[in-house]
Structure formats: structure tokens, C-alpha cells
């Protein structure tokens, strides 16, 4: 009976979707006279007057406190741990590269779920494949074999070597997360410094500052951001941190003790930085010095999204990792993940040194298996580059517009960074309410990471629409 009410109240809250876009073009065809109303000579009260003349200008204001979505809103916040932050919009639906919220209003989406949908929101083949499989066989657990899960193994592999990543991928780990998949590749790396000094002396864990690599407590262990840690300490122990790019310290921070190196080709979260191919190379070098496992977590930056299927790839394969990890786009929204490892280290993992009860499972392996076929297409990542350029050639006429804004472009594909001398919330919110979907990172960065679908046609007028959103905030 409880669940009763709630699902009764979302079924009525949908349901004004479908009468909104008549209500849409009411709203324009009274624009004129909304806008009449809210002149200085009206009796209007001045917040009523400001909102309807915010909901005249701007195409996609976000929703009022009498709205459908706030209502929605204000009815299920109470039974959700407080662990986000979000703007008012609603989202259910989804096309391509845009977005529609509750009000049926439109936003083209240059966050692509945070670089997960990369063949853009509800693509067509995708969704045909989880009716299919749904309909088939959805779990089994690890009980018991599945064709897909070996399949999409074995494509994961032969793939990453085919395109001239790692070139001594071997075996996989499917699991359901990026954070899941940074555990095991921990887990992995203490288990062969384990195996080499039985004494369990060799467990550090080096990781790199600004970096990010989950929050369940291993990774977020080895993310170096005190507004993660903080609230959870003490961390993991075993755990140290190094300065990105800087290879002179690498000899005194890997040591004889340390069983594994995690680092981002390209971080994500901590600005959309890149490591350069000489610390990568260093790395590679330090590790081998002293045994340790150095894994690449690709999470974010991987699976075709620099423009070509891994980052890694910009390093010569002598600097290629031992374990990489990657997650986010490889189910192109269905939750799954992937750790690939190499043969020196699968050879010392053994029936029970891990798990997963959901990983796995045919219908993940079947979806991420087609996802991951289509991202890994030559042509596919050759439009991704021919993208980036066509972001530049708008980031480099914004920074001559506002040069005392933007202080560097950053970033590799449909990874890309623009460097803010302010907090860009603002314009954040600006583009939102003008349509296009923005998110930040690191300090004072706008991140920008499309699906990979993207047209020239849509990279334009959501830069068109941030021109707009600059200029209205420094207005």
C-alpha cells in the first residue's frame, strides 16, 4: 500500500507532460501580452512581475514553485538521503543529444551524463537490445556461466590490442560501476604485492592529487580531495600522494613498498588535466623498477573519447599499464564496468579473491558488448577528433571575447576544459535557463563532455547559447 501513493503521484505528474506543449504554445502566443502585464505601470506585485518576465526571455527558465516539477519535487525530497545538490529542472525524456524536462521544455546536453551516454540519450539500437535481452535473461549471478560475459571479454581485449592500447590486455573483470572497478584493480594490485612479499610489507597504494577514482572507501582512499575524504577519515592505510605531471618525485614517492599506481591519462573531475606522455612513460619506468602494478583508471577519459579508444594510446606501448579500468560509457547508461588486466597479474588471482553478485549479468555484457563495438569504430573516432577542433575554434573566439575569463583551454576530444578566473556556477546556470546543459569541475573549470554523437550543427548552437549565458552573467 505505501508505494501506492508515491507511484500514483509520479503517474499524475507525467501525465502534464503530454498537455505542456499546447501549454508551451499558449505561453508564446500570450508572450506579448505577459509582457504588457509585467511593464513598470502594472499593479503586478514585483516578484510576480519579475517571474513572468524571466519565463518571456528566457526559453527554458527553470521551474517556479508553483510548478508541476516542484511539486513533484517538493512531495519526494523528504525520502532521499541528501547526498546532491540539484537545479530545479525535472528530466524524462531523452533524444540524441537533448533532454526534456516535466515542463516539456528542450535542453541540448553537453554533459552527456557526465561522459556516460556517448551514443547520445535513448539511441535506437541500444534500447532494441535491452527489450531483446530483457525479455530473455536479465541475471543468473556468477554461479553459473553466460555467454555474454565471455563475449564481451574477449571483445574487450582483442579490441584494446587491435587499436594499439595495452598491449598486454589478457583477462577482464566485469562488475557494475567505475568505483567497483577501481576496487578490484586495487584489490588486485595488494594481491600481487601479496604473492612477492608474502610478509605484506609491499601494500602502499600511490595515487595523484586532483585526481578521482570513486567513493566507495578503496578508491575514495586514493582520491586526495579532502571534500570526499573529510566527513569518512581515517582512509585506508597504505595510501599516498603524488603532484600530477611531476617526475622528478616519482623515485622517492614509489617505493620498494608500493604494490600499485593509479593515475588518470586525463583527469576528469580534478580540471581536465593531462598527463603528459613523458610522466606516463616515467611512471611506467618507476614501477617496473620496483614491481609495482600501474593501472590506468579510464573511466571517464576512455572508450573512444579523446579519439581514440583509450587515452593511453598517446604513449608508446612500452608505457602502456598493467590494469586498466574503464565504466561509465561502456553501457552507454546501463550501469556496468570493467577491469582488464594483463597475464603477470591474472596469474595471481585465484578462485575467491573477488566478487560480484550483479556484474556481469547477460544484460549488462549484451548491451556493453554492442556499445563497446560501435565505440571502438575508426570512423566513429575520427569524427570525435574533427569535433575537438570544432570546440576550439568556438573556445578560442570566447577567450579573445572575454580574455579576462577564460585562462586556458585544457583537454583531448570530447574531453575539453575551459579555465575560469571566476566560479562559473553562474554561467552554469545561465546556460540552463537558455537550454544547454553545462557542468564544471576542479576549481573554476567548465567541463565539456557531449556524447560523442554529436553534430556540428548542435556543438554550434550550444556554443552559441554559452556566448549568451557569458555575456548575460557579466553583464
Not at 517556479?64 to 523528504?78: E, G, H, N, R, V
Not at 595510501?239 to 611531476?246: A, E, L, Q, R, V
Not at 560480484?356 to 569524427?383: I, M, Y
Not at 578566473?421 to 540552463?432: E, G, K, N, Q, Y
Request: hydrophobic content about 40%; aromatic content about 6%.
Amino acid at each position: 500500500m505505501a508505494l501506492r501513493i508515491p507511484s500514483q503521484k509520479i503517474r499524475n505528474g507525467l501525465a502534464i507532460v503530454d498537455c505542456l506543449q499546447t501549454h508551451s504554445q499558449a505561453r508564446r502566443r500570450y508572450a506579448s501580452v505577459a509582457t504588457a502585464a509585467a511593464s513598470a505601470g502594472s499593479n503586478l506585485p514585483d516578484a510576480l512581475r519579475g517571474q513572468i518576465r524571466k519565463e518571456v526571455s528566457l526559453p527554458t527558465p527553470d521551474p517556479p514553485p508553483d510548478s508541476a516539477t516542484a511539486a513533484m519535487i517538493k512531495d519526494q525530497l523528504p525520502y532521499l538521503v541528501p547526498t546532491y545538490v540539484r537545479p530545479p529542472p525535472m528530466f524524462v525524456k531523452g533524444q540524441g543529444c537533448y533532454m526534456w524536462d516535466v515542463e516539456n521544455r528542450k535542453y541540448l546536453d553537453f554533459t552527456a551524463g557526465i561522459a556516460v551516454n556517448s551514443l547520445g540519450h535513448c539511441d535506437a539500437e541500444v534500447s532494441k537490445l535491452l527489450a531483446q535481452q530483457a525479455k530473455t535473461l536479465v541475471h543468473t549471478s556468477n554461479l553459473y556461466y553466460s555467454p555474454w560475459v565471455g563475449a564481451l571479454s574477449k571483445l574487450l581485449v582483442s579490441k584494446t590490442i587491435e587499436a594499439g592500447g595495452m598491449q598486454s590486455a589478457s583477462k577482464v573483470f566485469i562488475c557494475n560501476s567505475g568505483t567497483e572497478a577501481n576496487e578490484a584493480a586495487m584489490k588486485f594490485a595488494r594481491k600481487v604485492g601479496k604473492v612477492l612479499v608474502p610478509d605484506g610489507s609491499k601494500h602502499d597504494i600511490v595515487s595523484f592529487h586532483n585526481s578521482f577514482h570513486g567513493r566507495t572507501f578503496g578508491a575514495l582512499s586514493a582520491t586526495p580531495n579532502q571534500k570526499y575524504q573529510k566527513p569518512f577519515s581515517p582512509m585506508l592505510p597504505g595510501c599516498k600522494y603524488g603532484t600530477f605531471n611531476d617526475i622528478d618525485s616519482l623515485t622517492s614517492l614509489i617505493t620498494e613498498k608500493t604494490c600499485g599506481v593509479i593515475v588518470e591519462p586525463i583527469q576528469g573531475e580534478g580540471g581536465v588535466n593531462v598527463a603528459t606522455p613523458d610522466f606516463l612513460s616515467a611512471l611506467r619506468k618507476r614501477c617496473n623498477e620496483v614491481e609495482a602494478v600501474l593501472i590506468h583508471d579510464e573511466i571517464q577519459c576512455g572508450l573512444s573519447r579523446t579519439g581514440q579508444l583509450w587515452a593511453h594510446q598517446a604513449t608508446p606501448p612500452s608505457s602502456h599499464p598493467d590494469i586498466l579500468t574503464t565504466a561509465k560509457a561502456l553501457g552507454n547508461g546501463f550501469p556496468i564496468g570493467a577491469t582488464i588486466v594483463n597475464e603477470s597479474v591474472a596469474s595471481k588471482i585465484v578462485t575467491g579473491d573477488h566478487g560480484t553478485t550483479f556484474g556481469g549479468n547477460p544484460l549488462g555484457c549484451r548491451v556493453a558488448h554492442h556499445v563497446f563495438t560501435r565505440l571502438s569504430e575508426p570512423e566513429l573516432q575520427a569524427s570525435v577528433r574533427e569535433k575537438e577542433q570544432i570546440f576550439r575554434r568556438h573556445f578560442h573566439h570566447l577567450k579573445s571575447r572575454f580574455p579576462d575569463l577564460i585562462r586556458e583551454i585544457r583537454g583531448s576530444g570530447l574531453i575539453l576544459g575551459l579555465q575560469l578566473a571566476r566560479d562559473p556556477m553562474p554561467i552554469v546556470a545561465a546556460a540552463r535557463e537558455r537550454g544547454l546543459l553545462t557542468i564544471t569541475c576542479g576549481v573554476n573549470t567548465l567541463r565539456f563532455v557531449p556524447p560523442l554523437v554529436i553534430s556540428e550543427e548542435e556543438i554550434d548552437e550550444g556554443m552559441t547559447i554559452l556566448e549568451k549565458s557569458i555575456e548575460a552573467v557579466l553583464a
